[in-house]
T-cell receptor
Framework: DTAVSQTPKYLVTQMGNDKSIKCEQN?????MYWYKQDSKKFLKIMFSYNNKELIINETVPNRFSPKSPDKAHLNLHINSLELGDSAVYFC????????????FGPGTRLLVL | LAKTTQPISMDSYEGQEVNITCSHNNIATNDYITWYQQFPSQGPRFIIQ???TKVTNEVASLFIPADRKSSTLSLPRVSLSDTAVYYCLVGDRGAAGNKLTFGGGTRVLVKP
């Protein structure tokens, strides 16, 4: 049983395209997150949703739009992809808001050409 | 969150004990110390959390001195599969605005 799953695992696309990454958690957690990890392994939070409501929206271009159809799912849609968007994107969840104990998905490796 | 400082990398050999120290001089009263482990091509995984003194689980031990301004993650008898990046985080378990930011972590390389 995968606790936090993401699809796709790899995503290679051209500049200017629009793509989506899906995330699902079966832990019954209320809060879900999207993180971006750069090539130096720094992992920064992008968004957080609690019970389908946005609670964190860091300084992220508005080309990135999260969507939470229910508290078990948090998808990330990216418009007009740029070279700098190439990174690994991790979804995570936690039992309560702001918890320091979070459960991460396997990551989606995005390469923009 | 309190700022943390940890070594960039450490090398070790199979069977040795690895100790990674994290400095967090401005830790607040309500802050907990949490360590994550990230294997190549995987997401970070929670391994241990503590508030003071010593915490031990099946994976690691966490030593926290009385002033709590640092903490040491101890990995006993490491194997090749313990090669990973280890992140130290400090924060209140339920505080509003607790935005987790992972630094560069400590890259541990276990050699045969």
């Amino acid at each position: 049983d995968t606790a936090v799953s993401q699809t796709p695992k790899y995503l290679v696309t051209q500049m200017g395209n629009d793509k989506s990454i899906k995330c699902e958690q079966n832990l019954g957690h209320d809060t879900m997150y999207w993180y971006k990890q750069d090539s130096k392994k720094f992992l920064k939070i992008m968004f957080s949703y609690n019970n389908k409501e946005l609670i964190i929206n860091e300084t992220v271009p508005n080309r990135f739009s999260p969507k939470s159809p229910d508290k078990a799912h948090l998808n990330l849609h990216i418009n007009s992809l740029e070279l700098g968007d190439s990174a690994v994107y991790f979804c995570a969840s936690s039992q309560v808001v702001w918890a320091v104990t979070q459960y991460f998905g396997p990551g989606t490796r995005l390469l923009v050409l | 969150l309190a700022k943390t400082t940890q070594p960039i990398s450490m090398d070790s050999y199979e069977g040795q004990e690895v100790n990674i120290t994290c400095s967090h001089n401005n830790i607040a009263t309500n802050d907990y110390i949490t360590w994550y482990q990230q294997f190549p091509s995987q997401g970070p995984r929670f391994i241990i959390q503590g508030y003071k003194t010593k915490v031990t689980n099946e994976v690691a031990s966490l030593f926290i001195p009385a002033d709590r301004k640092s903490s040491t993650l101890s990995l006993p008898r490491v194997s090749l599969s313990d090669t990973a990046v280890y992140y130290c985080l400090v924060g209140d378990r339920g505080a509003a605005g607790n935005k987790l930011t992972f630094g560069g972590g400590t890259r541990v390389l276990v050699k045969p």
